[in-house]
């Protein structure tokens, strides 16, 4: 086995010499960095070929069976006295059989060694009938040589994987790193150029909205626009980009089963009764039924049946999907059921299970989802990732009385693509829900936070604005329509 060490500066080009010198079917032994070079161990193929079988000419490739049969002689035995001679009877002719195969009358010795002149007979004493056979040849271990080179093969791949792993964090670093300062000395140098995109982002900014789709919708602005007209026009897109219930026939009118999903505290319970009391005015009682699944809290469900003890509405209690199922199939004449589930953590594995069951009830629910104004825009938007499931029919927006900006709320609209049906501003039932008004919102978004915007100094953009990466590869900007 003759095994090679190539040396060169890069692994493409040791991996040449490799090729070069012992052709494209070469063996890689093993392949590691060596005092800023690298070094590949390898073997020629002809040589594993030669090691996985013998050579011919070896006596190991052609073993000569030794099936010679030592024929006694008269000498180990005692002379006995010849017997009379008796008359020898007439000779017979052979069979026919022996007749014509008379290779069958040779000895055996013979079928071997045809070729080879007979040996003196030796007495065969018990020296020789004892002498040891020939040493035997030791046997080439394959399943050690298999395993030898699988363990130099992983080995090889472990270290080219490790490093070219290693090769790759470095160049995304490299990458980030360059994005990074590019876009902080571009920012810097359109914040000079171009004031009026610098006053847009800082209003976005203070109205509660993200720096991602405040950068994106600066980036998109007309060219010779000043910073009002600038500002109108980003009101526009953001109207445009927000999805709405034009009235409330798709829900009073059509009817269905609706579900009220959301976390712990989002006002789930008392928008149902809100809706409650709508379809109550509009069909009256006997055409609404009401269900509850909060078992967990104490008192949950007995303020939904305070609420549907006013409006004269029966108020049904599951605990799982089965029980749901039944009270489903009970009440499928009515004209529209709401569901008042149980509020969790968007964190919490039980969300997957409560989609689950309104997904498998056997009726069509139409989730929707509450989402509270006073929320962070990350914590919205992992409440949307958690309660997505196939498809959310849409959103209400409530405790918006309590929230001191609502341009985080609209971000989550604009980028998850969600219908928003009614805004709710208070406790009273039926009076704080209300249908949503895009210009309203969007209008009220900048109102709300306009004293806020001198907190954000110019020197502080390109610093936020270089943190950003690239904001091609966000697929939620993506579908941000601009016209």
């Not at 003196?120 to 020296?127: D, E, G, K, R």
């Not at 009118?253 to 989002?266: C, E, K, N, Y």
């Amino acid at each position: 086995m003759n095994v090679k060490k190539f040396t060169a500066a890069t692994s493409r080009e040791a991996l040449r010499k490799v090729r070069e010198a012992l052709g494209p079917d070469a063996v890689i032994l093993s392949n590691r960095p060596v005092d800023g070079v690298v070094e590949i161990l390898a073997l020629d193929n002809d040589d594993v070929a030669s090691l996985a079988s013998p050579a011919p000419e070896s006596e190991m490739a052609a073993p000569r069976p030794n099936l010679r049969i030592q024929e006694p002689t008269f000498d180990d035995f005692e002379p006995a006295p010849a017997p009379a001679p008796a008359p020898r009877p007439a000779a017979r002719p052979a069979p026919r059989a022996f007749q014509e195969a008379p290779a069958a009358r040779q000895p055996m010795n013979s079928l071997y060694d045809m070729d080879e002149p007979a040996a003196p007979a030796v007495a065969p004493t018990y020296a020789n009938r004892r002498a040891p056979q020939a040493a035997d040849v030791p046997a080439f271990d394959m399943a050690a040589m298999t395993a030898m080179m699988s363990a130099a093969i992983a080995q090889a791949k472990e270290s080219a994987a490790a490093e070219m792993h290693g090769m790759m964090n470095e160049i995304r670093a490299m990458r980030g790193m360059m994005e990074s300062q590019l876009a902080e000395l571009s920012w810097g140098t359109t914040q000079q150029r171009e004031p009026q995109k610098a006053a847009v982002l800082r209003e976005m900014l203070a109205a509660g909205f993200s720096a991602s789709l405040s950068r994106y919708l600066v980036d998109k602005l007309p060219a010779g626009k000043d910073a009002a007209e600038s500002l109108r026009w980003v009101k526009t897109v953001l109207a445009r980009n927000i999805t709405t219930m034009a009235d409330e026939d798709a829900i009073l009118d059509r009817g269905g089963v609706f579900a009220l999903v959301g976390p712990t505290g989002v006002g789930k319970t008392t928008t149902t009764a809100k809706l409650a009391a709508r379809c109550v005015m509009r069909h009256g009682p006997e055409k609404l039924a009401l269900i509850t699944t909060d078992a967990y809290r104490i008192g949950g469900h007995e303020q939904l049946r305070i609420y549907g003890k006013i409006l004269g509405v029966m108020v049904h209690s599951v605990k799982d999907e089965a029980d749901l199922r039944i009270a489903l199939k009970e009440l499928r004449n009515k004209h529209t059921v709401l569901i008042d589930t149980i509020g969790m953590s968007q964190r919490d594995q039980m969300v997957t299970e409560q989609v689950a069951m309104l997904t498998e009830s056997g009726a069509d629910v139409k989730r929707l989802l509450c989402l509270n104004s006073t929320s962070t825009n990350e914590t919205l938007n992992e409440v949307v990732r958690a309660y997505q499931g196939s498809g959310l029919a849409g959103c209400i927006m409530t405790k918006m009385d309590e929230a001191a900006s609502i341009g985080n709320v609209l971000d989550v609209l604009v980028r998850q693509k969600l219908n928003l049906f009614y805004i709710s501003n208070g406790q009273r039932v039926p009076e704080d829900l209300h249908l949503a008004d895009r210009a309203m919102l969007v209008d009220r978004a900048f109102r709300t936070r306009r004293d806020a915007a001198a907190q954000f100094a110019d020197a502080d953009l390109p610093l936020m604005m270089s943190g950003l990466g690239n904001l091609n590869n966000d697929r939620s900007l993506r579908e941000v329509y601009v016209g």
